[in-house]
């Protein structure tokens, strides 16, 4: 079945900071890659996502690139801020027929000023 | 517009006793979903409903959850009796369509003591 494994945590950097969380994955097809964060008190929102091998999805300065080869979704940012402290969840959804969603366990981030 | 939202964000329950968390979707979402995140591991799949339909009800632990969506509109996930394992942040979602992006709510944190 699908899996998603992911860095665990809790990771605490500096402000500017270089951030990576690791992010490897099991699937049968092409499936489309996820990564969702949760900010104190609120909901899961997509972060960025890419649907094919060798795609970069980026928002808000993080990015993440398919590596099918790898299996691989690592998350990067190049200098962090204290408003980037959430959870990351790397998330993946099959090309299947049931295309529901596979999450990893999520990685606490604390970015301190 | 509104977002996805959950009533209660917390419940403290003890063993045996029922609890019913209540999700009502972005208007005119079709698609609604429940996950949870038990004791900080993965965000996992527990059901979908398209309207007030269960499309896929294959991550439902055992019968001591029902769900349940009728009109079409709000969903509510029931546990009865509750078990302390059941603790856990339960997260509801929905989509226009199962391929297009999902909103999450923000929780409803469940302790079973």
């Known amino acids: 079945g699908n899996s998603v494994t992911q860095m665990e945590g809790p990771v605490t950097l500096s402000e500017e900071a270089f951030l990576t969380i690791n992010c490897t994955y099991t699937?049968?097809?092409?499936?489309?890659l996820f990564w969702y964060v949760q900010y104190p008190g609120e909901g899961l929102q997509l972060l960025l996502k890419a649907t094919k091998a060798d795609d970069k999805g980026s928002n808000k300065g993080f990015e993440a690139t398919y590596r099918k080869e790898t299996t691989s979704f690592h998350l990067e940012k190049g200098s962090v801020q204290v408003s980037d402290s959430a959870v990351y969840f790397c998330a993946l959804r099959s090309s299947g027929s049931a295309r529901q969603l596979t999450f990893g366990s999520g990685t606490q981030l604390t970015v301190l000023p | 517009e509104a977002g996805v939202t959950q009533f209660p964000s917390h419940s403290v329950i003890e063993k045996g006793q029922t609890v019913t968390l209540r999700c009502d979707p972005i208007s005119g979402h079709d698609n609604l979903y429940w996950y949870r995140r038990v004791m900080g591991k993965e965000i996992k799949f527990l059901l979908h409903f398209v309207k007030e339909s269960k499309q896929d009800e294959s991550g439902m632990p055992n019968n001591r959850f029902l769900a349940e969506r009728t009109g079409g509109t709000y969903s509510t996930l029931k546990v009865q009796p509750a078990e302390l394992e059941d603790s856990g942040v339960y997260f509801c979602?929905?989509?226009?369509?199962?391929?297009?992006?999902?909103?999450f709510g923000p929780g409803t944190r469940l302790t079973v003591l």
């Open positions: 979602a929905s989509s226009q369509d199962r391929n297009q992006k999902r909103y």
């Open positions: 699937a049968t097809g092409y499936p489309s």
